[in-house]
């Protein structure tokens, strides 16, 4: 069974607003990522945050981490129709551990 | 670098047949791993192998196996295929086993009639 869970699990916004998704998770981690994954294609690598880490930022990626509440944040700003996609938060155990995915946010992003 | 490459892309089969799908790493990956996405089950982790070997395993039955060549290759199979095994499988490499990020293929899609 998957680790994490995420809500929303669809949000439908317009181009320029913010998006914000959440990511639960059950166990101790080393660190959290999150992919994007357009039309069931592939996952692509967005940002990774260390269980050290409370906040970390990318271009128009923000993400949190609050470990005392085992989860996580993803804020995309001034989004973009191509941000059209579907989040996936995933859970790093540290060493050898599998990577462990949540259940996803369908993003679309209306012109 | 040519990214991970997946083959074939889509594939239809009967029940009870076997399959075979291909995953070629980015250059220089020595690990590959190996997931299922279904819209109920979401993504679940399958193998993953390093040097040849299997390192972890997700909770799949014996029907679900795979290797991994000397050129970091690796190739996985499903026996005695059941309708519930259509799905999406993606195949991702990163250059070593336990580091953390991942870089997947465009996965192939699997239809199971």
């Known amino acids: 069974s998957q680790q994490g869970e995420e809500d929303p699990q669809a949000l439908s916004i317009q181009e320029g607003e913010n998006a914000t998704m959440n990511c639960s998770y059950k166990?101790?981690?080393?660190?959290l990522q999150w992919y994007r994954q357009n039309s069931g294609r592939g996952l692509v690598h967005l940002i990774l945050?260390?269980?050290?880490?409370r906040e970390k930022h990318s271009g128009r990626l923000r993400v949190t981490l609050d470990t005392s509440k085992k989860s996580s944040s993803l804020l995309i700003t001034a989004s973009r129709a191509a941000d059209t996609a579907s989040y996936f938060c995933?859970?790093?155990?540290?060493?050898?551990?599998?990577?462990?995915f949540g259940t996803g946010t369908r993003l679309l992003v209306s012109p | 670098k040519a990214g991970v490459t997946q083959t074939p892309r889509y594939l239809i089969k009967t029940r009870g047949q076997q399959v075979t799908l291909s995953c070629s790493p980015i250059?220089?990956?020595?690990?590959v791993s190996w997931y299922q996405q279904t819209p109920g089950q979401g993504l679940q982790f399958l193998f993953e192998?390093?040097?040849?070997?299997?390192?972890n395993k997700g909770n799949f039955p014996g029907r679900f196996s795979g290797r991994q060549f000397s050129n970091s290759r690796s190739e996985m199979n499903v026996s005695t295929l059941e309708l519930g095994d259509s799905a999406l499988y993606l195949c991702?490499?990163?250059?070593?086993?336990?580091?953390?990020?991942?870089?997947f293929g465009p996965g192939t899609r699997l239809l199971v009639l």
């Open positions: 166990t101790s981690i080393n660190n």
């Open positions: 945050i260390r269980s050290n880490e």
């Open positions: 192998y390093f040097s040849e070997t299997q390192r």
């Open positions: 991702a490499s990163s250059l070593e086993q336990g580091r953390e990020t991942q870089y």
């Open positions: 250059s220089g990956h020595r690990s």
């Open positions: 995933a859970t790093h155990g540290g060493g050898f551990q599998k990577l462990v």
